[in-house]
């Protein structure tokens, strides 16, 4: 995994450099993850970056209660380019998730009205067939 902790990008003088930071390096390790097409490592990942945010807001907001001016244009371009990652990755799951529903939807296909059930002979039959269509269909 990615060391989130260390980067030449960090300023001392802005209280925000370690929450883009910090940001940077949960974006970097989910990207990876996604590669990886681990589920335990996507989930871990997916749930240290939803805290980072989290904990990102929350001092935003209480910074923004004591009047710090928090984001420098040097932040806001950071944080940017942040937000073009997210979307870039939503775009990677939305892809992997229509390609698996059109994988589902082959193996098993809906019945249709008046027509026989490709699989509904399996169903039927009990067995592998059954179990996989009713987990399918839920």
Not at 13 to 42: I, M, N, T, V
């Amino acid at each position: 995994m990615s060391d989130i902790s260390a980067s030449p990008s960090h300023d001392p003088k802005d209280p925000w450099s370690s929450h883009a930071q910090a940001l940077e390096g949960h974006l970097q390790a989910l990207d990876e993850a996604l590669r990886s097409q681990d589920a335990a490592r996507l989930e871990t990942a997916s749930q240290a970056l939803h805290k980072c945010l989290a904990d990102a807001l929350a001092t935003f907001h209480q910074a923004k209660k004591t009047g710090l001016q928090p984001l420098s244009p040097l932040m806001r371009q950071k944080l940017m380019l942040a937000q073009t990652r997210v979307t870039g990755l939503q775009s990677t799951v939305h892809r992997a998730n229509a390609s698996l529903s059109r994988t589902l939807s082959v193996l098993f296909p809906e019945e249709e009205a008046g027509q026989g059930a490709t699989y509904g002979a399996l169903q039927s039959a009990g067995g592998p067939g059954a179990a996989m269509r009713s987990a399918y269909k839920g």
